[in-house]
């Protein structure tokens, strides 16, 4: 058994007091619903640098996550509901040795 420990650490973001000098990009942060977003799936997919795992099988992959995500209307701030769920191709997060990595923060699972 490893004696390594994990230590975690979590930081408030301030808020800014600034507005957002760019309309586009308010309207872009508002429709992604960042403010409500309580989780991050990070996932191997179409990676162009490292043949750890199936390309098809991770691009199949990425679109069954985005297809069930919104089915549970988890992929946009909805009215009903506080959470929201963000999705993000990372390419290869190079510690797969026989699969598909999928990791969700902040829960780090």
């Known amino acids: 058994m490893s004696n390594n420990k994990v230590i975690q650490k979590s ?35 179409d990676q162009t640098s490292h043949n750890y795992c199936s390309k098809p099988a991770s691009l199949e992959l990425w679109k069954y996550l985005k297809k069930r995500l919104k089915e549970l209307k988890l992929d946009k701030a909805q009215a009903s509901h506080t ?27």
Do not use: R
């Open 83 to 109: 959470i929201c769920v963000f999705k993000t191709k990372t390419n290869c997060l190079q510690v797969c040795g026989s699969g598909l990595i999928m990791v969700v923060y902040p829960d780090g699972v």
């Open 11 to 45: 930081y408030q973001i301030p808020k800014t007091t600034k507005p957002l000098e760019h309309k586009a990009l308010s309207n872009c942060v508002e429709s992604l619903g960042v403010a409500k977003i309580q989780q991050n799936v990070f996932i191997c997919a």
